[in-house]
């Protein structure tokens, strides 16, 4: 069965850095583009990042694009998101998702407004604060 297992959260410094990782299984995971998603306390889904199956194309948020960086090591089947220059609204709970995607305009990133029909990760709580 298909798992996504999210790690590297915690608390951190407004300007800090943090890696998150997400570990995938059940499934061909070079077979799959693979997304960030995030969610602020009492806000929506929000799209962060998104890589294709070979890692050659990335695509960033307006929010997080030059701090952000998200990468993936097929061989290890696993998917990272390097955060930079961390601010506190970037405060939320960062989820590793396997789910129907399109490209249009300067969106590249998965069908949020089909959020059932994927795979999830547990998610892991990134805290930007003083």
């Known amino acids: 069965e298909v798992q996504l297992v999210e790690s590297g959260g915690g608390l951190v410094q407004p300007g800090g850095s943090l890696r998150l990782s997400c570990a995938a299984s059940g499934f061909t995971f070079s077979s799959y583009w693979m997304y960030w998603v995030r969610q602020a306390p009492g806000k929506g889904l929000e799209w962060v990042s998104t890589i294709n199956r070979g890692g050659g194309s990335t695509y960033y948020a307006d929010s997080v694009k030059g701090r952000f960086t998200i990468s993936r090591d097929n061989a290890k089947n696993t998917v990272y998101l390097q955060m930079n220059s961390l601010k506190p609204e970037d405060t939320a709970v960062y989820s590793c998702?396997?789910?129907?995607?399109?490209?249009?305009?300067?969106?590249?990133?998965?069908?949020?407004?089909?959020?059932?029909?994927?795979?999830w990760g547990q998610g892991t709580q990134v805290t930007v604060s003083s």
């Open positions: 998702v396997r789910m129907e995607g399109y490209c249009s305009g300067g969106y590249c990133g998965p069908s949020l407004l089909r959020p059932d029909f994927g795979y």
